[in-house]
């Protein structure tokens, strides 16, 4: 049998991708297991799944954390090795015509809430992190604390489109939108930018004119839950 990876998840809500993880992992179907899955939302349906499976679970609640930071953040609320400048170089996610000080804010936020999930993370002998529906998007501060090696990715995400098509939160609303006649999903590495990190696979379907959008995100949804499986599998192969 091939060895293992560990895989550790983050999600923000249901957690149908994370099941079809966890199903693969118990079935011997990946060379994967699941040490952990954290969650920026207290109480939702994909950690009673983890849980189920004797994952180990625990949630970093960014909307409260957002939330004591619009009070004033303080020096010492910052992660010890926060650089702003390092950080405001390398980030791309932000819109052009934000001001400094909505900048400034978006990254310190996000860095306190990110140093929570980190101290958490770290702890764990982990090889990938999954993102399977997580909503919140991850910094260079916790990015490059990830992936440490240069050249090597070790965050994963699954995205709604075919990528480089209909980036950002709405993929399959974006596909319905347009017209088009074949949707799919993909599965990359996560870099600075939005949905633009190197593409490990992807599955479409075709889509018929009667199709509503219901139809598009029900067509995309089981695709999805066959792609991330084999996406960890060919992580495993090449580890």
């Known amino acids: 049998m091939a ?28 060379d994967a297991n699941i040490l952990f899955t954290g969650s920026d ?9 983890a849980q189920k499976a004797n994952i180990d679970t625990f949630v ?9 930071c619009k009070k004033g953040i303080k020096e010492t609320d910052l992660p010890k090795d926060f650089n702003l400048e390092e950080i405001q170089s390398k980030q791309q996610l932000v819109a052009g015509d934000a001001s ?24 764990y002998d982990m090889d990938l992190l999954v993102l399977a ?4 998007v991850l910094t260079p ?12 990715y070790k965050i994963m995400n699954i995205h709604p489109a075919l990528l480089p098509s209909f980036p950002g939160t709405d993929g399959y609303g974006d596909t319905f939108g347009y017209g088009c006649k074949v949707g799919g999903c993909t599965v990359h590495f996560i870099d600075y930018g939005e949905d633009t990190g190197p593409i490990i ?6 889509i018929e004119d009667d199709d509503t959008l219901d139809d598009i995100k029900k067509k995309g949804l089981v695709k999805e839950w066959e792609l991330y499986p084999h996406c960890i599998q060919k992580f495993a192969d090449s580890f």
């Open 133 to 136: 529906g997580f909503m919140r």
């Open 41 to 49: 939302n207290p109480g939702v349906k994909g950690l009673e799944r």
């Open 100 to 123: 400094k000080e909505q900048i400034a804010f978006f990254l310190k936020s996000r860095a306190i809430a990110e140093r929570k999930l980190l101290d958490i993370i770290l702890a």
């Open 3 to 30: 060895k293992k990876i560990s895989v550790g998840a983050l999600i923000s809500g249901g957690g149908t991708n994370l099941q079809a993880i966890i199903d693969a992992c118990l079935n011997n179907s990946i």
């Open 60 to 68: 970093v609640d960014y909307s409260q954390i957002i939330r004591s």
């Open 141 to 152: 501060y916790f990015i490059d604390r990830i992936n440490t090696d240069p050249g090597m």
């Open 201 to 206: 696979g992807q599955k479409a379907f075709e």
